[in-house]
């Protein structure tokens, strides 16, 4: 059986995402092919039984048979780092860890993710670096865009993999901008490199792959929600502060636009539903509409969406604005909730978002696949994937 240890540099790099790309081209090549996520860190109950969120995401996409207890057998709950470092954790991880391993020995390929950046685990003794070495899998390390952080961090955590005698295959960089640096790839592949590190391919950058929903800045942000807007599932463009002038705020929006702003800038959030209702007179610029004063009659569905700035209205600092206001924005069917916290710390709640690929997301599932079997070659990276006598073998030759 062949394998390969697909690693990060970090959260949020796109793993799961390329692991969902990858399975894809496998079951394509028409491999018999498995997944196992050895260490999770996001622990769901399904079937009874707990599992990693990725291990559920990844069955229940390609409709894998094996039990949830053997593609995710460890698991880091809340409190358990704490309760091993003061002896209270009996179990014998690793052993779990190559027990369940072994479950897979019938199948042609085995994709292992990882968690987090190759020192993730340590704690409890199971790092990234560690379990690819328990596992002898070769790894390969997903980052994302940029020139010298994704060298950088790739080179940083391919040391720790060498380290544990763990022969680094090779990197993918994720969300790239190939539209405005279609040269990118050949200075990131010559920057690797150096460093003796294939580069295994570029994804382009998606926002539909990396920006959250309005549910999930719900989710993340809580509070009050006084309009729940057309589509919870409408994936946010752009986040921008409201804290301008609101002629100046309207020129700088676009439709995708989560606003966050004040909940007594009511001149702001006027502006924003009254843009909605109305629309731009006919030659007018976006920052007209701050002058009007009420809809047009008959005109709410009139203008063009691409018209209409901002997608969601975060109102903070506890601050409700008038009845008036609020009945605005609710004819205007803008999303809006309203939070206690102040705008830096909500601004800083929504950059931080997790955002994660779920069974349900058909949509941004489908892309991936696409992403990946058009910008991945999968003969490259199945040819990296060797079965745990080879990795000693390609260490020992310094491959």
Do not use: W
């Amino acid at each position: 059986m062949r394998q390969l240890y697909l690693a990060a540099t970090g959260q949020n790099r796109g793993k799961t995402t390329a692991a969902l790309g990858l399975l894809d081209g496998f079951v394509g090549e028409g491999l018999h092919t498995a997944f196992m996520k050895p260490v999770g860190q996001r622990t769901v109950i399904e079937d009874g039984v707990p599992a990693d969120e990725d291990a559920v995401l990844v069955r229940d996409v390609f409709g894998l048979p094996e039990p949830l207890i053997d593609m995710s057998p460890v698991h880091i709950p809340r409190g358990f780092t704490k309760a091993y470092i003061q002896g209270a954790v009996v179990d014998d991880l690793a052993g779990r860890i190559r027990d369940a391993h072994a479950t897979f020995g019938g199948h042609d390929i085995l994709l292992i993710e990882g968690t987090g950046h190759a020192g993730v685990g340590a704690v409890i003794g199971l790092s990234n670096a560690a379990v690819a070495a328990l596992l002898e899998a070769p790894a390969v390390i997903v980052s994302e865009g940029g020139v010298g952080r994704p060298i950088d961090e790739i080179v940083l955590n391919a040391s720790l993999f060498a380290a544990h005698g763990v022969e680094v295959a090779g990197a993918i960089v994720n969300k790239v901008d190939l539209d405005a640096q279609p040269s990118l790839p050949g200075i990131l592949e010559r920057g690797l490199g150096r460093h003796g590190i294939p580069l295994l391919g570029v994804l382009p950058v998606r926002p539909i792959l990396s920006n959250p929903t309005l549910s999930m800045v719900l989710e993340g942000v809580g509070g009050e929600t006084v309009h729940p807007g057309p589509d919870l599932a409408r994936v946010i463009d752009d986040v921008a502060i409201g804290a301008m002038e609101p002629g100046h705020m309207l020129e700088r929006i676009g439709p995708g636009t989560l606003v966050i702003v004040p909940g007594d800038r009511e001149d702001a959030i006027l502006s924003i539903a009254t843009a909605h209702l109305v629309g731009p007179p006919r030659g007018a610029t976006r920052a007209d509409v701050a002058a009007l004063g009420r809809p047009r009659p008959g005109a709410g569905e009139a203008h063009r969406a691409a018209d209409r700035p901002a997608v969601g209205l975060i109102l903070t600092g506890g601050y409700r604005p008038r009845d008036a206001v609020i009945d605005a924005v609710r004819r205007a069917e803008i999303f809006c909730t309203i939070v206690d916290a102040d705008t830096y710390v909500v601004a800083s709640e929504v950059h931080d978002l997790l955002v994660k690929t779920h069974p349900a997301d058909r949509d941004k599932i489908a892309l991936i696949k696409r992403l990946v079997a058009e910008f991945l070659d999968i003969d490259r990276i199945l040819a990296v994937a060797t079965a745990p006598d080879e990795v000693g073998q390609g260490m020992k030759a310094g491959r």
